[in-house]
Antibody, heavy 120, light 110 residues
Framework: QLQLQESGPRLVKPSETLSLTCTASGGSISSSSYYWGWIRQPPGKGLEYIGSIYYSGSTYYNLSLKSRVTISVDTSKNQFSLKVNSVTAADTAVYYC????????????WGEGTTVTVSS | QSVLTQPPSVSGAPGQRVTISCTGSSSNIGAPSDVHWYQQLPGIAPKLLIYGNSNRPSGVPDRFSGSKSGTSASLAITGLQAEDEADYYCQSYDISLSTVFGTGTKVTVL
């Protein structure tokens, strides 16, 4: 059964770049049936879609974040990654990686999430 | 600021039926785009509850059901149980914005 695990620094300074990696186990991210996505949830708030990537490298981004976000994929390592540039305190959140259906837009497998705090 | 609006909270006694609405527009639910629902227990990652408006993934009890009409969708929980106390989010695709989530609804079991 597919499992996803987020990893990366938990504390990032303002104006720097937030970098996270999601590692898949128990399944391949090279499947043609899925995209691989990132979602975040600020403390006490709702879910916000960040973007997703296909194994070929095709991407979808939340337009409100697109200028600061890059999602990439490394099929050899069964991983995909997220970078958010020029972070501020507003980027403090729990970041989740998830598997997204390629035919519809629902996320059926989620990582446990990792808390990233932006602070000096 | 989400384009899908949900009531902040709903509550019900054990055994009762509660519904959660998700109101969108012609650029998302009414486009038409499918609606999906997630359950998030405190401190836990969201779990897919309903996909494609009304389909339940394997393992989700049939107490949970979804429907869609026009620019709105609903999630119903029948036979409410204490373990259903959680936050619930709808999700759809907006032709202008990409994937969007609802504002979220907290379900309280009285």
């Amino acid at each position: 059964q597919l499992q996803l695990q987020e990893s990366g620094p938990r504390l990032v300074k303002p104006s720097e770049t937030l970098s996270l990696t999601c590692t898949a186990s128990g399944g391949s991210i090279s499947s043609s049936s899925y995209y691989w996505g990132w979602i975040r949830q600020p403390p006490g708030k709702g879910l916000e879609y960040i973007g997703s990537i296909y194994y070929s490298g095709s991407t979808y981004y939340n337009l409100s974040l697109k200028s600061r976000v890059t999602i990439s994929v490394d099929t050899s390592k069964n991983q995909f990654s997220l970078k958010v540039n020029s972070v501020t305190a507003a980027d403090t959140a729990v970041y989740y990686c998830a598997r997204r259906s390629a035919y519809d837009y629902y996320m059926d497998v989620w990582g446990e999430g990792t808390t990233v705090t932006v602070s000096s | 600021q989400s384009v899908l609006t949900q009531p902040p909270s709903v509550s019900g006694a054990p055994g009762q039926r509660v519904t959660i609405s998700c109101t969108g527009s012609s650029s998302n639910i009414g486009a038409p785009s499918d609606v999906h629902w997630y359950q998030q227990l405190p401190g836990i990652a969201p779990k897919l509850l309903i996909y494609g408006n009304s389909n339940r993934p394997s393992g989700v009890p049939d107490r949970f059901s979804g429907s869609k009409s026009g620019t709105s969708a609903s999630l119903a929980i029948t036979g409410l149980q204490a373990e259903d106390e959680a936050d619930y989010y709808c999700q759809s695709y907006d032709i202008s914005l990409s994937t969007v989530f609802g504002t979220g609804t907290k379900v309280t079991v009285l």
